[in-house]
């Protein structure tokens, strides 16, 4: 759609307005992994580059702050945020 409509990411978000997007708190993502962890629930990550699209799908359990990083330290899964 991006393509389609000759717009960025950024720009696609100010346009759609807030009935379809809107800004998340800064630990948004650390609630999300502690909720999935704490309730056993399955989730599907998406994190990806110019290069790759990684996706993991299960249940995280190992969630570590290391300094400045917030981590999913699994023996299948691991993300730094």
Known sequence: MLRKFK???AQALTKIGSDFAFQCN???ARRVLEMA???ECEIMVFVGNHGCIQIHTGVVKKLVDHA????????KFNLHL
């Open 7 to 9: 717009v960025g990411r």
């Open 26 to 28: 800064n630990d948004a």
């Open 37 to 39: 962890r704490d309730r």
């Open 68 to 75: 400045s990083w917030y981590n999913v330290l699994d023996p």
